[in-house]
């Protein structure tokens, strides 16, 4: 192993505090009485064992990483083109890790010159998507992997029924378990049932490991070894990270200070946090986080309501979109860039127009130190404009920085809901529009909502 | 033509009103108060000749787009991949229209079944992105548009500093003016001196267009009609809803009842704007929107600051990720539907596992019955929980209803620019961080700028 303290994730919050943004920022006061109660999150978080199975991941997988790694050999043998079905924590994760890590134009290269079948994640039930996946797939060549804890899933199970009917009148229904995985929940739900029926291969999600919490299970580890990813480094960076942000200390523990800032920041009126990566590798990211952080805290408690909305944004893309608003905007967010230091390539700007002074000035530069020098600069711009903002560093990203930062904001997430005293891993506010759906669609037992539905939809409309 | 009344986009904001939604809407006196300035800002955003240049844009390009689609047939007929080199506004836009009209999969797909080139566009100067576009391309069969109004913009002007050195070490200087197209400003800049100097094909960015307001100029019209987009049905669309949204009766004007009851709702304190399709060829118009509103609206008079934060997500994907949030959270926000009623597509989902309940009910509708039914179902879930929702529904996405969408989208951005009392149209905000990124390159001209950042840089830091 390399000296791994050198690619320790690191935490910059300077710009957090009023001593550098001034009143807009938070005081030493304001932290300082926020302490006691961090400390105790710590504790807390640690009695919470059965909705925190997730962080045993990094520890508890050696026999499933080797079956991930086995069945992952034989799908790169004999596979073109990997296919996941599944939405939300299902598929965020594994197009995170797979931007992150894999080449960014993967799906475009020449096989020869790619690391593995192309990835396609569907978490949509657009019927032109489902159209346009099954033209540019080969499917004499293709493996799907169906993602769903519950078996329940509308949309997956759409997309199964469409792709298990497409293979069976294709290739006969004995020929399913050699084009299609399962993962899903050892004992209940649909799925188990049907892929027991089929014989088909089959990884578990964990319980105690929710959709949003579960990229270093099954869920994200089959695809990114799939990939060509290494999977028992990713699990390396997390339990490095897990190890890290268990201090009961918020002066080193780094996700701990993060959910004791933020919650500072969204008591003082923040209810919007950006996240805002300078490196293409990292956009979905910034999907990922998207959900475990609103879903996650988003909640009510009574009349009382919780949640902060995440933003996505890219940097240096969107200084060119959302940056004015940042900085002559009102004091209403939180902005996290994430930094790389090393990125993986270098690339130099040549000289080609050294008589026109305006565009010279950039010759000779690499785009390394363009993108550089613009986050400084962006980060300077939002500071003097007194917006609160904090940098997470990436030494560099690969898979043992990128399982640190899994596990970081994982542990920031659940640290914030401890904080805010809401239970982190339930969504109840999902349910109406679930159950919505299935009036609509005619399920049983869902006729009394449908009535409701069909009663609202009586009311005066105002429309142009 | 057909009958285009049929395909009007039209505004349901049943859902923004307190008759709908409850104590969190908007009332009957809010939007009453409100009329009288809304009839107002039609005048008074007529009288701003200068700053909307881009309303004359449907009717005044006849030539224009002659010379774009000779230029673009000849680029169809000898070029494998079209890459526009371009940020902020010179991409979002080409990207979000090309993802509504082409293919989903256009880039994947065979030559032979794909219409048109390859479409790249490069809105980012991360070194492994710029290296790995290099990797994918076919250099012999590209055409590079370079896109920048000033031609100062160090991004684009990186990128083609890159592409002319590469060029030319292969194919020799005279090449150039077969590969590179430019659209840049007719007079004024960097660009255009260098367009003449090598002969390259230039187009113009027209006087009063600024770029967030440019995808109707060539800017977006060029690409669009390399990938085969009607671009002349686009003007149409563009032209149908200019003239609707001239109209001095807010009750008749889509574009300006949106922005009214927008801004009561951010007076209201709704500094959170969703805007989620349901439609994967809808997804990148909600980039594009997001500038077009952040950078439009985001702005400070004195000590007051403006401007509510753009959020983009995609429907029923996303439903997944943020609906919690957006049900049992805070009353922040209004979330805007885009509803599509026809996709270009049916898809029926069929029968396979008719002995599982839970699942079959799925089977026999189609899955435009099941992303219709979401959508309507998380419609009703955010009214009854309370939350300000309003619906833009497109009888179709085409060419037609997509030219509309832009227009309703820049007019709905100007008027609240006139109910707000704010420029609308400049990007101040901006320089702080664009000259400390000039001075951190060393450009002449901006020591004393660099001097304040390495002051800046001398502060105490706090890192974990």
Chains 1, 2 share one sequence.
């Not at 690619?7 to 550098?20: G, I, K």
């Not at 469409?162 to 649909?190: F, M």
């Not at 809401?422 to 109840?428: C, E």
Request: glycine share 8%; hydrophobic share 40%.
């Amino acid at each position: 192993m390399t000296n791994r303290n050198s690619l320790c994730v690191r935490v910059d919050y300077t710009n957090m505090l009023a001593e550098s943004v001034g009143e807009h920022g938070i005081t030493e006061a304001e932290l300082s009485s926020m302490m006691p109660r961090m400390r105790w999150a710590v504790d807390s978080l640690r009695a919470k064992r059965d909705s925190i199975r997730w962080r045993d991941l990094p520890y508890n997988q050696a026999e499933i990483v080797a079956d991930i790694k086995r069945t992952a050999e034989d799908i790169r043998s004999r596979c073109d083109d990997f296919v996941v079905l599944g939405i939300g924590g299902s598929a965020l994760g594994p197009i995170a890790v797979h931007q992150a890590l894999c080449h960014l134009r993967h799906n475009d290269l020449p096989r020869d010159k790619r690391n593995g079948p192309r990835l396609f994640v569907e978490d949509n039930v657009d019927p032109e998507r489902m159209a346009a996946l099954l033209d540019v797939i080969d499917l004499d060549n293709a493996v799907f992997n169906v993602i769903t804890k519950s078996g329940s899933t509308s949309e997956t199970m759409s997309q199964l029924l469409t792709v298990t009917r497409i293979l069976t009148d294709r290739y006969g229904e004995d020929e399913l378990k050699n084009r299609l995985i399962a993962t899903t929940d050892r004992e209940k739900g649909n799925l188990i049932g049907i892929a027991k029926r089929l014989g088909l291969k089959t990884f578990y999600v964990p319980e105690g490991v929710g959709g949003r919490f579960s990229e270093l299970c099954p869920v994200g580890l089959l695809a990114a070894a799939v990939c060509g990813i290494d999977i028992e480094a990713l699990l390396e960076g997390a339990a490095y990270m897990d190890a890290l942000c268990d201090n009961e200390d918020p002066n080193a523990n780094p996700a701990l200070m993060l959910a004791g800032l933020e919650v500072i920041a969204m008591n003082k009126g923040a209810n919007v946090g950006v996240l805002m990566p300078y490196a293409d590798s990292l956009k979905y990211f910034a999907d990922w986080y998207a959900q475990l952080w609103a879903e996650s805290l988003g909640k009510r408690r009574g009349n009382e309501r919780f949640g902060q909305t995440p933003v996505k944004a890219l940097g240096v893309t969107d200084q060119h979109s959302q940056v004015q608003l940042y900085t002559d905007g009102p004091f209403d967010k939180t902005i996290t860039f994430l930094a790389v230091e090393k990125y993986r390539t270098e690339f130099t700007i040549p000289h080609a127009f050294d008589d026109v002074p305006n565009v010279a000035f950039l010759s000779g530069h690499t785009f390394n130190e363009l993108i550089t020098a613009e986050r400084s600069a962006t980060e300077h711009a939002v500071t003097v404009s007194g917006h609160m903002n904090k940098t997470v560093i990436l030494p560099e990203v690969s898979a043992f920085t990128i399982g640190q930062l899994i596990m970081l904001f994982e542990l920031q997430t659940a640290y914030a809901g401890e904080l805010l005293g809401i239970n982190a891993y339930d969504q109840p506010g999902v349910e109406e529009g679930k159950n919505a759906t299935y009036a609509l669609l005619g399920k049983k037992g869902y006729e009394a909502k449908l009535h409701e539905l069909r009663s609202a939809a009586g009311k005066r409309r105002f429309v142009i």
